[in-house]
């Protein structure tokens, strides 16, 4: 059962390197998101696709772009890393329907030096 | 001020204690609440999934919801030191905005053997 599998775990970047994280699931889920998980801060939604071909900005989704490249796959792309992009990042799916929990994924751990 | 407050603890207890977890929200227009547990360097797990006020009970978890004062609370009884993680609880609109979730900051959960 993989459920959410995001690749990678780990990754040091320097500032201003560019990365896509990716994300895929295999619940044929419909909806996918991608969140940051910071210190005091709780989950923070970045990006979200509500359905295959659509996305959407979250509560901070400056410095990041989206792909849905398909209904098992959503990636996110750091165009020009900073550290305060520094984080652990999550992906997360659920039914596209109101009675549906999300389920997420084990996250990327992202330092920018 | 928050939509969804948590206290972040963190909560110690002996290990066979009954343990209370607790959110108080804003919005009169959650209907759906959901508890997630996170440990370390994990994504966060759905524990139990609820809709509108009453009790949900699952094994040694029993989830509680009181609209009335806008306050979810999740119980564990006989408390083991698996239990040992961070809980996250979150909470969605009814019949619109299925892709908004809401989540409180977590409060972390230490039981001692």
């Known amino acids: 059962n993989a459920g959410v599998t995001q690749t990678p775990k780990f990754q040091v970047l320097k500032t201003g390197q560019s990365m896509t994280l990716q994300c895929a699931q295999d619940m044929n889920h419909n909806s996918m998101y991608w969140y940051r998980q910071d210190p005091g801060m709780g989950l923070r939604l970045i990006y979200y696709?509500?359905?295959?071909?659509?996305?959407d900005k979250g509560e901070v989704p400056n410095g990041y772009n989206v792909s849905r490249l398909n209904k098992r796959e959503f990636s996110l792309r750091l165009e020009s890393a900073a550290p305060s992009q520094t984080s652990v990042y999550f992906c997360?799916?659920?039914?596209?329907?109101?009675?549906?929990?999300?389920?997420f994924g084990d996250g990327t751990r992202l330092s920018i030096l | 001020q928050k939509e969804v407050e948590q206290d972040p603890g963190p909560l110690s207890v002996p290990e066979g204690a009954i343990v209370s977890l607790n959110c108080t929200y804003s919005n009169s227009a959650f209907q759906y609440f959901m508890w997630y547990r996170q440990y370390s360097r994990k994504g966060p797990e759905l524990l139990m999934y609820t809709y509108s006020s009453g009790n949900k009970e699952d094994g040694r978890f029993t989830a509680q919801v009181d609209k009335s004062s806008k306050y979810i609370s999740l119980f564990i009884r006989d408390s083991q030191p698996s239990d040992s993680a961070t809980y996250l609880c979150a909470m969605r609109r009814g019949e619109t905005n299925f892709n908004k979730f809401y989540f409180g900051s977590g409060t972390k959960l230490n039981v001692k053997p």
């Open positions: 696709s509500a359905s295959e071909g659509t996305t």
């Open positions: 997360a799916s659920s039914e596209r329907r109101s009675n549906q929990p999300q389920h």
